[in-house]
């Protein structure tokens, strides 16, 4: 009896520990995850930081010792932490599928290929740059993620009409480009204009109101058509701001405040659909 209450105690505290070490890891409205969170995102700078040094010719021949010192050092610290985040999390599977988890293996899988394969991979550790993102939660961002909700229905929403939208810009730059392939290239022998498609790349380029400048039409018509095709494009730019914001609009509309309380901690400001408290986890 005395063993089994031993053993209870013994697995009760090793959870507490583990549920510490998950605050600190997976939240940042603590002081020690605040912490964290900002000694990681200088590791993950100074790691991309040394492989874009080492990428420089003259660094790379007089320094190699170093450069694999550092980079090695920083690929056990990250190998440990996602470790660890595996260990901390509830659902690891839905972790170590997750954008973050895929791309935390990802930012040490290269090192390790470098001992199959001594040259190339270990560039590809700048893919950590993408774990730069989790600033975010430094800045307390995470708390706009009904906001980014907000945006993403909207974006649904809205697809349909923009993908009907472009198809006709699309339709309509094919047949001003077929125009300028028989004006410029074929009667007036600019060689700008040289095929159909590179005359559609042209009307697609110049439609965005990019302009490289690398083709541009000689003849009088062509000039027109260049100019009608331009000021297409000005309005080309506002049709899908205005579907977009529409749609905003509407969203705007469905939300509601969720002034729930949480009963444990205190905390108000829960996202619509949530059932439990993202701070403390007690249901709601």
């Known amino acids: ?19 510490r070490v998950w605050r600190v890891i997976f939240l940042s409205n603590t002081k020690s995850g605040k912490a964290f969170d900002i000694v990681l995102l200088w590791l993950i700078g100074l790691s991309v930081f040394v492989v874009m040094l080492e990428s420089v010719e003259s660094y790379h021949v007089n320094y190699p010792e170093t450069f694999g010192l550092l980079e090695w050092t920083f690929t056990i610290l990250f190998t440990i932490e996602y470790a660890v985040r595996i260990w901390v999390v509830r659902d690891k599977k839905a972790y170590i599928f997750s954008f973050f988890g895929i791309i935390d293996l990802l930012s040490i899988i290269p090192s390790y290929a470098t001992l199959l394969m001594p040259h190339g991979p270990q560039f590809l550790v700048v893919v950590r740059i993408l774990r730069l993102l989790r600033v975010f939660r430094v800045l307390k961002m995470a708390r706009h993620l009904g906001e980014a909700n907000l945006l993403m229905n909207a974006f649904r929403a809205s697809l349909p009409k923009i993908t009907v939208f472009l198809f006709f810009v699309l339709a309509v730059t094919t047949i001003m480009g077929t125009f300028m392939y028989v004006i410029e290239g074929l009667v007036a022998g600019n060689t700008g204009f040289s095929s159909m ?6 009307g697609i380029v110049t439609i965005s109101t990019v302009g490289y400048g690398d083709v541009a039409p000689i003849t009088p018509i062509g000039k027109v058509i260049a100019s009608m095709i331009m000021l297409i494009g000005y309005g080309t730019l506002a049709v899908p701001t205005g579907i977009v914001m529409g749609e905003i609009n509407v969203e705007l509309a469905k939300i509601q405040p969720d002034n729930r309380k949480c009963s444990e901690c205190g905390h108000v400001g829960h996202d619509q659909k949530a059932v439990f408290c993202k701070i403390c986890g007690t249901k709601l």
């Open 1 to 19: 009896m005395l063993t089994d209450l031993s053993d209870r105690a013994h697995q009760h505290e090793s959870n507490s520990f583990r549920d």
């Open 197 to 202: 498609p590179q005359s559609i790349y042209w």
